[in-house]
C-alpha cells in the first residue's frame, strides 16, 4: 500500500494520460456531487416540513367539531358538532395518561382588530388556558404568559408576539401597557417569540388571551373551536388508542356514530409524524438509489479506462511477472490505480456538493416548504465509503485481466 515504486508507477501512468484521467474521473465526481446535492436537497425538504410544527409537542391529539353524515339513534345527518368546555373537562378525566389539555376559541373565527392608539393590526386572537404553553411550547421572551389565576378571576391579559408587539408599540416596553382588543382593553402581561411562515408571506402571529375572557366578553358562551391534550404513552399504538377514545367520549357527549370521521376531526401528531417519517424515508431511498445508479455509470467508465489501460500495458506486466511479480502483485498494482483515480475524484465530488449546500443554506432564507439543505456526518462518511467500494470495484475486472496475463505471451504482443 505504502510502496513508493508503485505509486510512482501510478502517477507515471496518470501523467501519460492525463486527459483520459480527468474526463474518466469526472464521470465519479459528477456521480458523487448528485448523490450529495440530491440528499442535501432531500434533507432540506425534510426540514422545512419538520419546521412547521415546531412550536407543537409531539404527542398531542387536536380535535375539532364537524357535521354528522351518519344517523344515529334517531338523529339526523348533517347535525353540527360544537365543542365546549364541559368536553374538555370530559376529556381531562376519560383520557388515559393524558397531561395537559386546553380548549382554544378564535375570536369571531378569525382576525380580529389590535389597536394601541394610532396604531392598529388585523391578528388571529385565541382564547386559551395556560395549558396551551406546554403544547405549543411559544418561547416567552418578556413577561410571562397566561396563568391559572387570569383564567379563573377572568382577567383581560393579553400575551402578543413579536410582530403585533412591534406593530403597537413601536419600540416601547409593552408589559403592563394596555391594548385594545376589538374595542375592550386589554393589559399585556408577556411577548412570545414569533416566526413568520415563509419569505415574502405575510402571515401574521396569534395574540392569546385567557379562555374564559373570550367565551364571556365575546358571547361565546362555552363554545371552543379545537381541543388539544397531550398524553404520556407517546407511542404509535398509544397515540391511536388516545384519539379512539376521545372521539368515543365526544360521540357519547353529544350523540353521533363514533365512526363518522366526519362528525370530530383529529389531527393526531404522532401519526402525522410517523407518516412523515416513512414519506421521507422512501424519498431518501429513492435519491440513493439515483445517486448510486449515477456513481455506477462512473465506475462502470473508469473499469473500461482500467481495461484499456491493462490492454496498453500488457507487454510491461509480463516483463514484470517474467522478472517474480506475483498475480497479487499486479492485482494491487491496478486496484490501486482504480482506486486512487476514483476516490481522488469523488472527494472532489463530495467536498463541492458539501460546499454548495452549505454556501445555499447561508444564503436562501429558509421556508415552510424548504429549508437548511445540509448532509450530516454520518451521510459524508457513507458517500465516502461508497467511493472506496466502488473505485475496488471498479479496478478488480481490469485487475484479475491482468493477473491472468502470461509472460511468455505478453512479450509477443505488439
Excluded at 505504502?2 to 507515471?12: N, R, V
Excluded at 374595542?183 to 405575510?202: D, S
Excluded at 399504538?237 to 363518522?260: E, K, W
Excluded at 490501486?336 to 454548495?356: D, H, I, K, Q, R
Aim: charged share 15%; with cysteine; glycine share 10%.
Amino acid at each position: 500500500m505504502f510502496d513508493g515504486e508503485k505509486w510512482a508507477e501510478i502517477f507515471d501512468t496518470i501523467g501519460k494520460n492525463k486527459l483520459r484521467t480527468v474526463l474518466t474521473g469526472f464521470s465519479v465526481f459528477w456521480g458523487i456531487f448528485m448523490l450529495i446535492i440530491l440528499l442535501g436537497t432531500g434533507a432540506g425538504l425534510q426540514n422545512g416540513f419538520s419546521y412547521n410544527f415546531r412550536n407543537t409537542a409531539k404527542n398531542t391529539i387536536t380535535l375539532y367539531g364537524g357535521e354528522t353524515t351518519k344517523p344515529w339513534q334517531g338523529l339526523a345527518t348533517q347535525r353540527p358538532i360544537q365543542l365546549d368546555t364541559r368536553d374538555v373537562e370530559a376529556l381531562r378525566t376519560a383520557v388515559p395518561g393524558l397531561e395537559h389539555i386546553s380548549g382554544n376559541l378564535r375570536v369571531w373565527r378569525g382576525n380580529s382588530n389590535l389597536a394601541r392608539g394610532k396604531h392598529y393590526g388585523n391578528f388571529s386572537i385565541s382564547g386559551v388556558t395556560p395549558d396551551i404553553a406546554h403544547l405549543q411550547q411559544q418561547e416567552i421572551i418578556q413577561g410571562r404568559f397566561i396563568n391559572q389565576a387570569d383564567q379563573l378571576e377572568t382577567r383581560k391579559v393579553i400575551v402578543l408576539a413579536e410582530d403585533s408587539r412591534d406593530a403597537l408599540f413601536k419600540g416601547e416596553d409593552p408589559i403592563n401597557q394596555w391594548v385594545r382588543v376589538n374595542n375592550i382593553p386589554f393589559q399585556v402581561v408577556g411577548v412570545y417569540r414569533f416566526e413568520a411562515g415563509g419569505q415574502g408571506m405575510n402571515q401574521s402571529s396569534q395574540v392569546f388571551i385567557p379562555l374564559s375572557v373570550a367565551q364571556r366578553v365575546f358571547n361565546a358562551q362555552q363554545t371552543v373551536d379545537r381541543i388539544m391534550f397531550s398524553f404520556l404513552d407517546g407511542s404509535l399504538a398509544g397515540a391511536q388508542m388516545a384519539a379512539q377514545r376521545a372521539v368515543a367520549v365526544l360521540a357519547s357527549r353529544h350523540r353521533f356514530d363514533p365512526t363518522d370521521d366526519r362528525a370530530v376531526y383529529v389531527n393526531n401528531n404522532v401519526e402525522n409524524a410517523a407518516n412523515f417519517n416513512s414519506i421521507f424515508a422512501g424519498i431518501n431511498a429513492f435519491l440513493w438509489i439515483i445517486g448510486i445508479g449515477t456513481i455506477v455509470a462512473g465506475i462502470v467508465g473508469v473499469s473500461n479506462i482500467m481495461l484499456i489501460t491493462v490492454k496498453e500495458r500488457t507487454k510491461e506486466i509480463g516483463i514484470r511477472k517474467a522478472l517474480g511479480a506475483t498475480p497479487a502483485n499486479v492485482v494491487g498494482q491496478v486496484i490501486m490505480e482504480a482506486v486512487f483515480v476514483s476516490a481522488m475524484a469523488g472527494y472532489l465530488g463530495l467536498v463541492c456538493g458539501v460546499g454548495l449546500l452549505e454556501y445555499v443554506a447561508g444564503h436562501v432564507p429558509g421556508s415552510d416548504m424548504f429549508r437548511n439543505p445540509t448532509v450530516d456526518l454520518g451521510t459524508a462518511l457513507t458517500a465516502t465509503a461508497v467511493l472506496v467500494v466502488a473505485g475496488a470495484l471498479a479496478g478488480l475486472i481490469p485487475a484479475r485481466k491482468a493477473a491472468s496475463i502470461r509472460p511468455i505471451e505478453a512479450l509477443r504482443d505488439e
